[in-house]
């Protein structure tokens, strides 16, 4: 039986461009350069975040800035604020104090259930990811160590195979990165540098209580080690911080 071709009223519209630039793909990269300045704390905590002037520097519609900012905003790496518009997220004690409770009862609770699933292969990963982010520290890369601690911590989160406790892992440790960002201690993590490794050895013998254990102490002690000091708020060069 003959298939009927379509005709030129019924091909494929090719991906939408112009201001929006590459649409989807385009707004992804805008996001994570956002969100990396944020974590790099090239832009600091309170900076205002102008629709306008994100507008210009990307290239793209106001609309697309403003449906990232509103995700950045949902992963409290951005305030939104009627009348004045986006500004970054300034932690205060208490919600870095909330932020690691949080931590503490879901992660450690995931301990067993990770150990329990835990690879070969998840091993071999979890290890160079600490390898890396033992290396990133060594050469004074704190913005890329704390990346990778939490790449680190989100991905134990998915190994115990609950999807929706990961996505709450990754998002919490997002915000974690932003206040150890702003407000750790330069050359550390507020932990030792084979926390992590030796973590991954509770977790690869199947001692998931011992895992469980390590992992509320090292918390305690990445919270322990934070100095909040309040700075002031500041208009950010945009076109200097992403190079445009």
Do not use: W
């Amino acid at each position: 039986m003959n298939q009927r071709q379509p005709g030129p009223d019924h091909r494929p519209s090719s991906p939408r461009r112009g201001k929006d630039g590459d649409g989807a793909e385009r707004h992804e990269a805008i996001y994570r350069s956002i969100s990396d300045a944020i974590i790099e704390h090239r832009l600091k905590p309170g900076a205002r975040l102008r629709e306008d002037a994100l507008a210009e520097v990307f290239g793209v519609s106001r609309t697309g800035i403003r449906k990232i900012l509103q995700r950045l905003a949902l992963e409290q790496l951005v305030t939104l604020t009627p009348r004045r518009g986006a500004s970054v997220t300034r932690p205060t004690a208490d919600e870095a104090r909330d932020v690691f409770d949080a931590r503490q009862m879901i992660e450690c609770g995931l301990m067993p259930e990770v150990a329990r699933r835990i690879t070969e292969a998840d091993v071999r990963e979890l290890r160079d990811m600490a390898r890396r982010e033992r290396e990133s520290l060594k050469v004074g890369e704190q913005s890329a160590a704390i990346k990778l601690s939490a790449a680190f911590h989100a991905r134990l989160a998915r190994i115990s195979g609950n999807a929706t406790l990961a996505d709450f892992v990754e998002r919490l440790c997002s915000r974690s990165s932003l206040i150890l960002a702003v407000y750790g201690n330069p050359g550390h993590l507020g932990c030792e540098s084979h926390d992590h490794d030796d973590l991954i050895g509770y977790l690869e013998v199947g001692n998931g209580d011992r895992a469980a254990a390590f992992m509320s102490r090292h918390l305690k002690a990445i919270e322990a080690s934070l100095s909040i000091v309040e700075e002031a708020e500041e208009a950010p060069d945009l076109h200097s911080i992403f190079g445009r």
